[in-house]
Structure formats: structure tokens, C-alpha cells
């Protein structure tokens, strides 16, 4: 089945951008939604079909694709944005579908 | 305002079936579109997709544990439960219930419900 590949670590210092790849066979052909989870909370959409933002989310989230990578771009981080990110894409697998996941990236605001 | 919020056992024995049960409101699963998905967590670990529900009652599960799972609804009490057969202490994980759309993200999502599988 279709697999996602996310770096397990990612860090970044106050202020700079931070990057979080989302890596996928002919990912271009598919819509990427990415997820923000603090410890002890529950996922939290981010960005949907690639670079659409839920009505809350604020403009330093952004997405992108190029080539079999997907990224998740955080502007201007700051200390509050530590957290898990996970992207998932719709897969047409068994000619049926189903959702896939990444193994998750953490970010550590240094 | 859509929230979702599942309940069920917080210990179940090895070989037993659980049962989880997400009560969701700010939506009808009788709507165009709508559906509802599962994904757990063990600790520590990755989110894994179990299952979806949409409103026609098309139902999808992971491959790797469809034939353990059973998802249903009852429209009239707003509820989408989730079975899960002959549960091992692998199993043990917060379980998340979530809107879902056609358009295939999840949001928003329950605050999960930790269940430890333990004799």
C-alpha cells in the first residue's frame, strides 16, 4: 500500500522557518492535509488540500509539493508551534480507498 | 460548531471485543458528504486510520485490520460506534473518532479515549 515518509526530528530556532517533509510516490497526483498534535492533545487540522488553511489557522502555516515531496512550511516560529505534524493523503488502494498517514515529524523549537 | 466525543471501556481483557462509541454533534450523518472516521495512537507512536462511516453508509476499513473492525451508526442518536474483535495488548492506544468529508481530511476530531488492553 501507498506509503508516507516524514523525518522522525526536525529543528528550528525562534523566528526562523521551519520545514517538515511529507515524502510519497507521485504525491503531486494526490491532496496532502497535514496535522498539528501537542503532547497530551488531540490532532488538530493545519492545512488542507495542499495550502488551505482551516478558518483559525494562521497564515504562518503553509503548504507546498514538488516532486514526491510534500512540505509543511512554518514561518516565523515560535516556542507555541513544538509540536508532532503528521501529513495523510487519500489512497485508492484495493480499489477501494483508504486514508494513509506519515510516521510523524517532531518539531523542536531550539 | 462540530465536536465529537468518544466513549467505551478504558481496560479490556486480551481476546475480548471492544466497543467505542463517538456522540458527535453540529452535524447529521444523513447530509451529502459527511462521514466519520476512527484513528488511534498507541503511546508514543504514530496516528493509524481504522476506519470510515459516510452518510449512504459506505464504510472503509484499514486492510490490515478489516477483518476485526465494524463500524456502524445510528443516525437518530447522532452516534457512529466501532467494534473491535479479539483485541491484544497491541491494540492498546487513544482512540480517536473525527468529521470527515468526500474531500478526505479529518476535522475536527474527539479528544480521544485511552484503552489499555491487559489481562
Known amino acids: 500500500s501507498y506509503v508516507l515518509t516524514q523525518p522522525p526530528s526536525v529543528s528550528v530556532a525562534p523566528g526562523q522557518t521551519a520545514r517538515v517533509p511529507c515524502g510519497g510516490n507521485?504525491?503531486?497526483?494526490?491532496?496532502v492535509h497535514w496535522y498539528q498534535q501537542k503532547p497530551g492533545q488531540a490532532p488538530v487540522l493545519v492545512v488542507y488540500?495542499?495550502?488551505d488553511r482551516p478558518s483559525g489557522i494562521v497564515e504562518r502555516f503553509s503548504g507546498s509539493r514538488s516532486g514526491n515531496t510534500a512540505t509543511l512550511t512554518i514561518s516565523r516560529v515560535e516556542a507555541g508551534d513544538e509540536a508532532d505534524y503528521y501529513c495523510?493523503?487519500?489512497?485508492?488502494?484495493?480499489?477501494?480507498?483508504?486514508?494513509?498517514f506519515g510516521g510523524g515529524t517532531k518539531l523542536t523549537v531550539l | 460548531q462540530i465536536t465529537l466525543n468518544e466513549s467505551g471501556p478504558t481496560l479490556v481483557k486480551p481476546t475480548q471485543t471492544l466497543t467505542l462509541t463517538c456522540t458527535f454533534s453540529?452535524?447529521?450523518?444523513?447530509?451529502?458528504?459527511?462521514?466519520v472516521g476512527w484513528i488511534r495512537q498507541p503511546p508514543g507512536k504514530a496516528l493509524e486510520w481504522l476506519a470510515l462511516?459516510?452518510?449512504?453508509?459506505?464504510?472503509r476499513y484499514s486492510p490490515s485490520l478489516k477483518s476485526r473492525l465494524t463500524v456502524t451508526k445510528d443516525t437518530s442518536k447522532n452516534q457512529v460506534v466501532l467494534t473491535m474483535t479479539n483485541v491484544d495488548p497491541v491494540d492498546t492506544a487513544t482512540y480517536y473518532c473525527?468529521?470527515?468529508?468526500?474531500?478526505?481530511?479529518?476535522?475536527?476530531w474527539g479528544q480521544g479515549t485511552l484503552v489499555t488492553v491487559s489481562s
Open positions: 473525527a468529521h470527515y468529508t468526500t474531500v478526505h481530511w479529518f476535522h475536527p
Open positions: 462511516i459516510y452518510w449512504d453508509d459506505d464504510k
Open positions: 488540500d495542499d495550502n
Open positions: 507521485n504525491i503531486g497526483s494526490k491532496s
Open positions: 453540529g452535524f447529521s450523518l444523513t447530509n451529502g458528504g459527511v462521514g
Open positions: 495523510q493523503v487519500w489512497d485508492n488502494f484495493y480499489s477501494q480507498g483508504g486514508v494513509i
